[in-house]
């Protein structure tokens, strides 16, 4: 028979009152997290990913981590590629306060498999993989949260610029960055996280000027008037056929804060066997790797063992 009308499971100021305690528990029990949602750029229909996503905006709301032992997930794995880490953790938010938070400001119903968590707690990222949206199952017929289930975030080059210094540093320093040499005039240098950028061709006859930018990772005066600096999240405007600041007295580099004119006298490349190609890093070792590499065999470089060709 069907059940007593006269008792209802949905009265919506106990689903309210429900929430609300939920809210507030999550504000007191749980940590602070910025909400980063997923641009899509070029989208592949085909293998269904996009590798040039990029991530603009920052959301702060309350979140509380699950795992109340650690992270979960296999954990720091050490192997012929370097240290892993697969770290993985479940974060639960409130419906209510993502809806206000993100949902109106992104047009967005819910949150989305590929957007960003990054935890000031740990000064770390988390991908979304997965969206529990029915769990706790209908309390007083009502879905108050979302459940998230997140692993440790692979940086690969994607753009930031979300307006928080605190992620947006982050990124920039993890990303891929050229090195170069630049004079200067007066001891005026570039400043750090300064967008530069360099006019390739000049505007004329109706057509865009080309221009390629970067922004400023690290600087090291080797004098008064010279220094070696690294340029990452480097991107073109105009054209896309050119893709690499050139070392040139007639074509500058512009400071877009400090309006600084250098003249760049060298840019290296990975064949330059130099620790300027990219910053050191201590632990990833990515010079040594790449210099130290040449004294055993190195399928990525040349097949050491001749063409199969020329025996068929």
């Not at 590798?51 to 702060?60: H, N, R």
């Not at 809806?99 to 400001?105: E, I, Q, R």
């Not at 006298?265 to 890093?281: A, F, L, R, W």
């Not at 201590?282 to 470089?301: K, P």
């Amino acid at each position: 028979m069907p059940r007593n009308v006269y008792f209802s499971q949905a009265v919506r100021s106990e689903q309210n009152l429900y929430e609300d305690l939920i809210v507030e528990s999550l504000k007191i029990y749980g940590q602070d997290v910025y909400y980063i949602p997923r641009t899509l750029v070029n989208r592949d229909s085909i293998l269904n990913e996009d590798p040039s996503s990029k991530f603009d905006d920052a959301y702060l709301m309350e979140a509380y981590i699950e795992n109340v032992d650690g992270f979960e997930g296999s954990g720091d794995l050490y192997s012929k590629f370097g240290l892993e880490i697969r770290d993985e953790a479940t974060f639960i938010i409130s419906r209510k306060s993502w809806n206000y938070a993100v949902g109106l400001h992104e047009n967005k119903a819910k949150p989305s498999e590929g957007d960003l968590l990054f935890l000031p707690m740990t000064n770390s990222f988390f991908e979304i993989s997965y969206v529990e949206d029915d769990s706790p199952f209908f309390q007083l017929s009502n879905l108050p949260v979302y459940k998230l289930t997140c692993s440790l975030f692979e940086y690969s080059d994607e753009d930031f610029e979300t307006g928080v210094g605190e992620i947006d540093d982050k990124t920039g320093a993890q990303a891929y960055q050229l090195g170069m040499d630049v004079t200067v005039t007066g001891g005026n240098h570039f400043e750090h996280s300064e967008i530069v950028t360099q006019e390739l061709v000049p505007a004329s006859g109706g057509t865009a000027a080309i221009k390629i930018f970067g922004e400023v990772q690290t600087i090291t005066k080797t004098s008064d008037v010279a220094a070696t600096i690294s340029v990452s999240n480097i991107g073109v405007s105009g054209s896309e056929t050119y893709r690499q600041f050139i070392a040139s007295a007639s074509k500058p580099l512009i400071g877009g804060t400090s309006t600084n004119s250098c003249v760049i006298t060298k840019v290296y490349d990975i064949g330059d066997n130099s620790e300027n190609v990219m910053p050191q890093d201590g632990a990833a070792q990515n010079v040594a790797f790449e210099t130290l590499g040449d004294n055993f065999i190195d399928f990525t470089e040349s097949n050491p063992f001749g063409d199969p060709s020329e025996t068929y």
